[in-house]
């Protein structure tokens, strides 16, 4: 495991770097067209774009990460996305910010692709839930941290604009000056998303189911928390409750994950879910209760993208980790950009309590879906050794 984490710590330290800069970046630009009277349309259109631009890139990153390699193409997207971001500071007009949401997008999916992709290759069946658990860390960690930068400054001034752009800059310094050997491919990959599914359903689904959850939870959590709660500060504080839980959980259901089969823990996660999210509908109002299950909650939903990428990539040969990362990344886009809307529809036909009942409905579709494929594949191994 040391040897592992040697190879993958320059690429999460530029991981952090990076989303010290891109954690604020949407808050900042939320904040700037509220102070200039846009339309929630408007703000909102800014979200789905820059999903409709992480999808898009979903498909076309691969071909050209293994044609100019790990490091050149990180350094290519970053540089773009940081020549994105001060453009936002320089000119303001909605329409113009809409394509660079969209382009914004694009290249942030080969910045992921990159990144997960080099873990992932690093990375062996028996560990590789612990090292994906810490790139969760890495990136929840710097997401939260990087919102710090927003007390720098005015948010209508180019100030914040350049952090952003510096950090994503500074993000290319670790890979291009380290010593560690980026993955190399010497033949190309014909993975495609049909074959991905056949390999792993329970991989790409579960990929699926988190995008799911977490365009909803981003997108309507603190809706839910103030018609519960009407308090900005109890807000803060449940928001945090779940994010600290993901950070919490990451590293002990990675762990988990090597230990015990990947398939289970998905199952797990999926039933903690389901059984968190009827104990929140209960409407329980003792508040270290209510902080205790939102940690639970964060743990259980934010654990289940970095295992669903385990499991899929545990059955695919090296070369094919980089499509498959692509593939993975298209999923849980796809659900990203998805999941606000079908949540929208459960709070609007049952109040804000239709949050948890959306979790609640989605892991109840996926469980069986988990548990029956699951059962295929141990058939199928049993049915080798005879």
């Given at each position: 495991?040391?040897?592992?984490?040697?190879?993958?710590?320059v690429p999460l330290l530029s991981l952090f770097f990076f989303l010290l800069g891109a954690g604020f970046f949407s808050t900042l630009l939320a904040l700037n067209m509220t102070l200039n009277h846009a339309s929630p349309v408007e703000i909102g259109a800014m979200t789905g774009i820059y999903y409709a631009g992480l999808v898009v890139g979903s498909f076309r990153v691969e071909r050209f990460i293994t044609r100019v390699g790990h490091v050149n193409a990180y350094a290519v997207f970053a540089s773009a996305l940081a020549v994105i971001y001060l453009l936002h500071g320089i000119f303001y007009n909605v329409s113009f910010w809409l394509a660079l949401r969209f382009i914004g997008g694009l290249t942030v999916a080969g910045l992921f692709v990159v990144i997960e992709s080099w873990l992932l290759c690093k990375s062996t069946r028996v560990n590789r839930g612990q090292v994906l658990?810490?790139?969760?860390?890495?990136?929840?960690a710097a997401q939260?941290?990087?919102?710090?930068?927003?007390?720098?400054?005015?948010?209508?001034?180019?100030?914040?604009y350049v952090i952003a752009s510096m950090m994503c800059s500074i993000?290319?310094?670790?890979?291009?000056?380290?010593y560690v050997r980026?993955?190399?491919?010497?033949?190309?990959?014909?993975?495609?998303?049909?074959?991905?599914?056949?390999?792993?359903?329970s991989g790409l689904v579960g990929c699926l189911l988190s995008g799911l959850i977490m365009g909803g939870l981003y997108g309507f959590m603190p809706t839910y928390l103030n018609?519960?709660?009407?308090?900005?500060?109890?807000?803060?504080k449940y928001m945090f409750a779940i994010i600290f839980g993901g950070m919490l959980l990451q590293y002990p259901v990675g762990k988990l994950s090597d230990v015990i089969e990947r398939g289970m823990v998905l199952i797990l996660l999926t039933v903690g879910t389901i059984t968190v999210s009827i104990l929140l509908l209960m409407g329980y109002h003792h508040p270290w209760l209510i902080f205790s299950l939102m940690v639970f909650f964060g743990g259980l939903t934010f654990t289940i993208y970095p295992i669903s990428i385990s499991y899929a990539c545990d059955e695919l040969h090296e070369r094919d980790i980089v499509a498959g990362t692509q593939s993975l990344l298209l999923a849980y886009s796809l659900g990203a950009m998805v999941g606000p809307f079908m949540a929208s529809y459960y709070m609007?036909?049952?109040s804000?309590?239709?949050l948890f009942m959306y979790f609640s409905s989605i892991c109840g579709i996926a469980l069986p879906l988990f548990a029956v494929w699951r059962a295929q594949k141990i058939n199928r191994a049993r049915a080798e050794l005879v």
């Open positions: 495991m040391i040897a592992v984490l040697f190879e993958t710590f658990s810490l790139y969760m860390i890495s990136f929840y939260s941290l990087g919102h710090f930068f927003l007390n720098l400054g005015d948010t209508q001034s180019l100030l914040l993000s290319i310094i670790p890979l291009s000056l380290s980026s993955p190399q491919f010497n033949e190309p990959s014909t993975l495609s998303f049909q074959a991905l599914a056949r390999i792993s359903p018609d519960f709660f009407h308090d900005k500060a109890d807000v803060a609007h036909a049952l804000s309590r239709g």
